[in-house]
């Protein structure tokens, strides 16, 4: 079993719709992470939270500490969300990243 | 913009050789981590830099190895390809352990 599970592996949406992708971790962690991902390779980085929500744009993204639990919400999408989202987790003294294997979005117009 | 550049955007190589990928960290970041990313996964932890020392590995062999540099750029050098080190190699620059920001990564294809 990895130590950070995202679901699910593929979504498709259409334009408008609110979508959102869920990550589950197992490990104990001093931040988690959502990255985006573009064909090609590039990663950026959308949240870095530890506790609590955060809000950027359509994007919200949440953390449950107890119950090791994360939710990445998109609303209103739009055919440019389409990307791989990404969660990961930093964990031990140098803060290293432990990534899930990605949600790969398409949003439809 | 994150400001992190790497350096070739594209590499072929032959199984034996050797490689060095580089990286320009932000200004201003202290940090670089090291990672590859296998064709349909995940990034995989290879190693961190922190003020020019080694400050963290992943699971990877010895024949990958590293430098950080007084102005914070870095190098990724890995020995004796293998063919399954053909994958997308991403550095990440930090302050510390705050945010991460990506270059845009180097695909390593080896034949």
């Known amino acids: 079993k990895n130590e950070v599970e995202q679901s699910p592996q593929n979504l498709t949406a259409q334009e408008g719709e609110f979508i959102t992708i869920n990550c589950s971790y197992s490990v104990g962690i001093s931040a988690l992470h959502w990255l985006q991902q573009h064909p090609g390779g590039g990663i950026v980085s959308l949240f870095m939270l530890s506790s609590g929500k955060k809000k950027h744009g359509r994007l919200i993204a949440t953390i449950n500490i107890q119950e090791k639990h994360s939710s990445l919400h998109i609303t209103a999408s739009h055919p440019r969300d389409s990307a791989v989202y990404i969660c990961?987790?930093?964990?031990?003294?140098?803060?290293?990243?432990?990534f899930g294997t990605g949600t790969r979005l398409q949003v439809f117009p | 913009e994150t400001g992190v550049t790497q350096s070739p955007t594209h590499l072929i190589k032959t199984r034996g050789q050797q490689v060095t990928l580089r990286c320009s960290s932000q200004s201003g970041h202290n940090t670089v981590s090291w990672y590859q990313q296998a064709l349909g996964q995940g990034p995989q932890f290879i190693f961190q830099y922190y003020r020019e020392e080694e400050n963290g590995r992943g699971n990877f062999p010895p024949r990958f190895s590293g430098l950080q540099f007084p102005n914070y750029s870095s190098e990724l050098n890995v020995n004796a390809l293998e063919l399954d080190d053909s994958a997308l190699y991403l550095c990440a620059s930090s302050w510390g352990s705050n945010e991460q920001f990506f270059g845009p990564g180097t695909r390593l294809t080896v034949l």
């Open positions: 990961a987790v930093s964990v031990g003294d140098t803060d290293k990243l432990i």
